[in-house]
């Protein structure tokens, strides 16, 4: 895994690492504290910001979606949220201080957007799903501006929502959509959403809404939380996941090998 240096990407604070590739996905090595920060910072200097997390599913992914690739690419931050990354940037000799789970970042962000006064646009789930999630925003936080929000099931007409949400004048801009089309929806629209920052949430919004349950603290702390999910819906997750690891692990050692030989010739 080499260092990731794009020419177009903006000055980061001095204090943080830049970012590592693996498997050409570019990755910041940041804590959650370290995130939220250098995101306030590119808010206060009025950059947009792209946001992202991978884990090992994603990144094998991207190796057959160009244009899922190319979306992680663009992104002006990207944070491991899976343990099989963060093995697999330790076994490079590139440390991950820790994971950076999606869903935690985003309820990070929802209190700070709170206390800077920004307004935020919630876009995903089913129409029932995401009402029940802004209930819960609203009672989690209740001062933050809710900007507006609309469900998930809008493909034969994304520029009105689109132009919806460049109307609504919010800064910020959470997407409760499954990978990759939320990635591709970032991507494609960045230009014409009007926000400062865009981030995919997954199902967060889910969450929220109390629809699906997040794994005990122990095992989020522990990073087993696929094993939760698994172990939920072991009929429906269980091969997924097997063999997305088996091909993510089958990728690594392909591109370790090259680059052992690239340098050993």
Known sequence: MEQWSPETEPRRTPSLPGPVSILGVPIHPWTMVQTIGEIERRLNSGLFTQHGVVNTAKIVHARRDSELQDALRACD??????????????????????????????????GLAQQRNESVFLLGAESEVLDEAVDSVRRRYPELKLAGWH??????????????????????LF?????????????????????????GVGGAFDVLAGKTRRSPP?????GLEWLFRVLMEPRRLWKRYLETNLVFGMLLLKDGSRRLWGRTR
Not at 78 to 105: K, Q, S, W, Y
Not at 154 to 168: G, K, N, P, T
């Open 77 to 110: 931050i990207v944070n491991a949220d899976g343990m099989g990354v963060i093995l697999a940037a330790r076994m490079f000799h590139h440390p991950m201080p820790e994971r950076v789970t999606g869903i935690d970042l985003f309820l990070n962000l929802l």
């Open 175 to 199: 997407v409760g959509i499954t990978s990759p089309r939320k990635e591709r929806f970032i991507h494609r629209w960045r230009e014409k959403l009007g926000v400062r920052f865009a981030m």
């Open 218 to 222: 122990w095992m989020q702390r522990a």
């Open 151 to 172: 469900h998930g099931y809008f493909w034969d007409d994304e520029e009105a929502v689109v132009r919806r949400i460049r109307e609504s004048g919010a800064s910020m």
